[in-house]
């Protein structure tokens, strides 16, 4: 047998190294320390495993090869943030950023490259879809990190890279395993949270996960006819359904708010925005919108950004306002990606959505 063991769920893995170790004839704490190499103490490639006999690590290293993911490009900001381009084998690109903030080390990842969803003021929109990534094309993002420096593990993980997550749940469901599970990165599941624009039926599947994985919706506006004007996924998925469904969640939802100026920065859309947010205990984050990202777009005065948290916190809505990091770096969602690959070839049209 050979295979991607960085594409497994860590139980998976686990028992395809014991049926390995028992058909070799090896004794069985190898699959114990084989099994710990791939995300608790990863290696570049099985030779780095030196607490195994040569034979095991050769017979690895040509059945099971470790995948790794290439830099193609590494910014850091001023800030501390840090954005890389990867360059994956078929010639792919994704993005993760790495937010330092205290004690607190969250990774933003990517879940397909390019997204077919075209937001209008999100820069991997603009791409169209390239493909869904892998399980492993998920987790090598932090594993990648971790193997550069033990010390950059994340404390926490957000799918707000480039993609929808719930378009690629099959992908995303094993890397959420990888990424909770004490054999994988053991990030406790209230660290990881999973934002969508809201596909229903993969809230579906995240709810019936039973771990307490956080979910975040892009709402970006608080009426339909706005969110249809920023975001086509309106017309399949509607506000009301979507809201509805978060409603059946079960645990404390976060709603994504980018401001945009004269959009939906009104006294009137903080309002509508609060109706929204109450029955449901959803927290706001208000993000303003990255200057350049977006044409025709622009984003709301830093003014009227506290204006519009304080309508929302007099209303009785937790709503903060997040910085935008790394402003120097290009490090809103796929801009890096545009500006260092869109003159490389051409996004094709998208089927999926
Ligand atoms: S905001 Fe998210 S869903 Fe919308 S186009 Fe960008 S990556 Fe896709």
């Known amino acids: 047998m050979t295979g991607n063991l960085l594409d497994l769920a860590p139980k998976a893995a686990a028992a395809a190294i014991a049926a390995l170790v028992e058909g070799q004839g090896w004794p069985r704490y190898r699959a114990t320390q084989i099994l710990r190499r791939l995300w608790v103490a990863p290696i570049a490639r099985w030779d780095d495993a030196t607490e195994l006999p040569g ?11 470790l995948a790794r993911l290439a830099v193609a490009r590494r910014e850091v900001s001023s800030d501390g943030t840090v954005k890389t381009l990867w360059r994956l084998d078929d010639g792919e690109a994704i993005e993760s950023v ?36 892998t399980a492993a094309e998920i987790a090598l993002q932090v594993r990648e990190l971790v193997l550069d420096d033990p010390a950059r593990k994340p404390t926490n993980v957000v799918f707000m890279g480039m993609g929808e997550p719930l378009l690629n749940w099959p992908s995303v469901d094993v890397a959420l ?19 969508t624009v809201g596909i229903l039926p993969g809230m579906a599947a995240l709810r019936a996960r039973p771990e307490q994985f956080r ?85 709301s005065s830093p003014s009227r950004i506290r204006a519009f948290a304080e309508r929302l916190r007099a ?21 890096l990606y545009v500006e260092s690959e869109a003159k490389r070839r051409p996004a094709r049209a998208t089927p999926a959505g």
């Open 98 to 133: 790495w937010i330092p903030s205290g004690q607190r080390r969250t990774l933003c990842i990517s879940s397909q490259a390019g997204c077919a969803l075209g937001c209008r003021f999100c820069a991997t929109g603009r791409m169209g879809f390239r493909r869904d990534l």
């Open 177 to 195: 395993s990888i990424l909770n599970d004490p054999d994988g990165f053991g990030i406790g599941a209230r660290h990881i949270t999973v934002s």
């Open 215 to 299: 979910l975040a919706i892009s709402l970006h506006a608080a009426d339909d006819v706005t969110r249809l004007e920023l975001m086509p996924i309106e017309k399949k998925y509607h506000l009301a359904e979507v809201l509805a469904a978060a409603k059946t969640f079960g645990r404390r939802v976060t709603f994504e708010y980018v401001m945009i100026a004269g959009k939906n920065d009104g006294d009137r859309d903080a309002d509508r925005l609060a109706r929204l947010a109450r029955p449901l205990g959803a927290h706001l984050n208000l993000l303003p919108l990255h200057p350049g990202g977006a044409p025709g777009l622009s984003p």
């Open 315 to 335: 209303a009785g809505i937790e709503a903060v306002v997040r910085r935008s990091r790394g402003l120097d770096i290009n490090a809103a969602c796929g801009q």
């Open 55 to 65: 034979a095991i690590r050769r017979l690895l290293g040509a059945e099971y090869p």
